[in-house]
């Protein structure tokens, strides 16, 4: 017997620590779960937290995807793969349905923008193709480049990864702690922002200091090492081929998200009443940059975004400065060429804007020009799709998707179901 103790003793033990750290694993992964549950919990029942709350979920659930698929998940609009494809040689954007479609649609139109030649039309069919598929397998691509490099990538300045309010300009703080008073108005924060540092327009432009220059060069060193990281990269639009997508690279996740929480949602929600809907509920940000010999400047386009923050980084360019068009918002009527306002750029600075207004960036002239996007969403205005103007025809992606949610089924129609 007490041979047969022994025996047993060695298999017991590695039976009972397997048992242990089952149970590990189990505890650990309900107390993310639990975490989860309080969260979505949290959305119903906590008005005041709503927007925080959501887009904190929504990047939980992103970044744990493989865990947590099934808790939030993600839509584009199935426009995203026939629509606003962009042939940079000649500035146009077009839908591609089929090789018919496109010949009926945009042959003519290309041939009047120079591509005369059946070799040029030939060329900018196989643009269109290349863009369509590209698209096809954006967000798997996505998913993948995610996981790798936050398993891989070695971050310059882990400090930047978290906000902390020394990054922001001092006149940002008072900007937003005006747009939070209960008692703001619009009148109100737009004289606090003229009167720290910033510039109003009645085209419904603003411009505002938010980042310190030390958080900028921080982030532009940071970029570029990320730029040099040897793996796959997925571009944030066709329009941009040097851009780097920051939700990708994962510094959305703790510099972004508080800051939009903390801060810009309250800004924008005052700015931009009509366009923030219930919240602000998920975001896309990146980083363009235009180089001579590289992307130089960016075609006048709208954005599928609500509200657009477009941040600027560096100051050691010339040229460059952002163009409004006064045909914005009404896409029935011809985008007109005529220009109504342009704004330069300066370090720090933001510019906040409706992201369905027509936008362009006028070429550099000299340097290098570095800015952070952020394409802000608010799922109950997106019911219908900024890209398309139409219904959302959603479909369901693995990650990144476009900020949309499906409208619930109303009583009667569950009903009539
Ligand atoms: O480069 C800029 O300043 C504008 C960028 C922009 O409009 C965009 O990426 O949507
Ligand atoms: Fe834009």
Not at 142 to 168: A, C, E, S
Not at 387 to 402: E, F, K, R
């Amino acid at each position: 017997m007490e041979h047969l103790l022994e025996c047993l003793a060695p298999i017991l033990f590695i039976w009972l620590s397997v048992i242990g750290v089952c149970i590990c694993i189990c505890v650990n992964n309900n107390v993310s779960k639990r975490k989860i549950v309080f969260k979505c919990n949290c959305i119903n029942l906590l008005g005041k937290n709503h927007i925080k709350i959501v887009v904190e979920h929504k990047f939980v659930v992103s970044s744990r995807y493989i865990i947590m698929s099934k808790v939030q998940p993600e839509y584009i609009c199935s426009c995203f793969f026939t629509q606003n494809i962009f042939i940079k040689k000649y500035k146009i954007h077009v839908k591609y349905i089929n090789d018919d479609q496109f010949e009926n649609e945009f042959r003519q139109v290309l041939r009047m923008k120079g591509c005369s030649t059946t070799n040029q039309y030939e060329e900018a069919l196989y643009e269109v193709h290349k863009e369509v598929s590209l698209r096809k397998s954006y967000h798997k691509k996505f998913l993948d480049n995610y996981l790798y490099i936050q398993r891989h990538y070695t971050k310059l300045y882990p400090d930047i990864w978290t906000l902390r309010q020394t990054f922001l300009d001092s006149r940002f703080l008072t900007i937003a702690a005006e747009a939070k008073k209960p008692t703001q108005t619009k009148e109100s924060l737009l004289s606090c922002i003229m009167h720290n540092g910033g510039d109003i327009t009645e085209c419904e432009v603003y411009k505002m200091p938010i980042f310190t220059t030390e958080l900028c060069l921080m982030l532009i060193n940071e970029i570029q090492n990320f730029n040099n990281f040897p793996c796959e990269k997925t571009r944030p639009n066709t329009m941009n081929k040097y851009g780097i997508s920051l939700d990708e690279m994962g510094l959305s996740q703790g510099l972004l998200i508080p800051l939009i929480a903390d801060y810009l949602q309250f800004i924008a929600k005052c700015l931009f009443p009509q366009w923030t809907g219930h919240a602000i509920d998920s975001f896309k940000a990146f980083v363009v940059k235009y180089e001579s010999d590289l992307d130089t400047e960016l075609s006048k386009h709208f954005d599928n975004a609500e509200v657009t923050m477009n941040i600027s980084l560096n100051s050691k360019f010339e040229g460059g400065d952002l163009q409004f068009y006064s045909s914005s918002l009404n896409r029935s009527v011809d985008i007109s060429h005529e220009s109504n306002l342009q704004m330069s750029h300066k370090e720090g600075y933001g510019v906040m804007h409706c992201g369905r207004q027509y936008h362009s960036a006028l070429p550099i002239i000299a340097g290098i020009r570095y800015n952070l996007i952020i394409w802000m969403r608010s799922s109950t205005v997106r019911n219908i799709c900024p890209m398309c103007n139409q219904t959302p025809d959603l479909v369901q992606v693995p990650i990144a998707g476009d900020g949309f949610i499906p409208i619930p089924k109303t009583r009667s129609q569950c009903h009539l179901l």
